[in-house]
């Protein structure tokens, strides 16, 4: 069986740089032949799926179960299923707890004390994904008894507001945690904003890196290939 994993996509070349990374880090990891494919740019998912000539074993890297997870990839599977492709997926990385693990797991080298959290998420207008981003913030906040703010790269609030107003009630030291599998331009347009502030020498704020850089993200998707 091959492992097709498919992901958005972006002209970022840092987006296509980041899931590169991820997949030389994976094949590092495990034997079985793997592609990669994105349902915004090349190699197109569809196309991957139509030249297939081995089962496929889909996985989807999505955050929320949304437009492209149904239209771009869903879809597509559906079609080559009822055409009797032997295809099978796994969920999207929809789950709030686990995907808090995820992300607290970047925080284990790093001391919390006078620390102030963030979650940098893409923003969304549905008000099932906004919930699921305001349920990991809870058990951020939860898990570390550490108030965890959110902040949206599409949205209210920004970014540049949230840690302005941090700043403002005397805030020194922030760490921002990435909700995204690629940041690609939306790290980097965080990072220039970040960069900036941190000009004031009483301030500290780091931007951890997305979520493909975290050994945790490999181990849970390892672990639904288990199950399935």
Not at 130 to 140: G, K, P, S
Request: aromatic share 6%.
């Amino acid at each position: 069986m091959t492992l097709l994993f498919v992901a958005h996509g972006s002209p970022s070349p840092t987006y296509r740089a980041e899931a590169e990374a991820f997949l030389a880090n994976w094949q590092q990891h495990h034997k079985a032949e793997v592609l990669l494919s994105y349902v915004e740019m090349e190699p197109f998912f569809h196309d991957v799926v139509n030249d297939a000539t081995t089962p496929l074993l889909v996985i989807p890297l999505f955050l929320h179960e949304g437009k492209h997870y149904q239209d771009d990839v869903m879809a597509v599977v559906a079609h080559h299923l009822a055409a009797g492709k032997n295809i099978q997926v796994l969920p999207a990385l929809t789950n709030p707890k686990i995907m808090c693990d995820v992300l607290l797991a970047q925080l284990q080298q790093h001391s919390l004390e006078g620390v102030e959290l963030v979650l940098f998420s893409h923003g969304t207008r549905s008000d099932k994904k906004h919930a699921a981003i305001v349920a990991i913030a809870d058990l951020i906040q939860q898990k570390t008894l550490k108030p965890c703010s959110i902040v949206l790269a599409q949205g209210q609030p920004s970014l540049q507001q949230v840690l302005t107003d941090l700043v403002k009630t005397g805030a020194s030291n922030i760490m921002i945690l990435s909700h995204f599998i690629f940041g690609g331009a939306w790290q980097e347009k965080a990072q220039q904003v970040v960069d900036a502030i941190n000009q004031n020498d009483a301030v500290n704020i780091t931007l951890l890196s997305p979520m493909h850089a975290n050994p945790s993200l490999l181990h849970v998707i390892s672990h639904d290939m288990t199950i399935k």
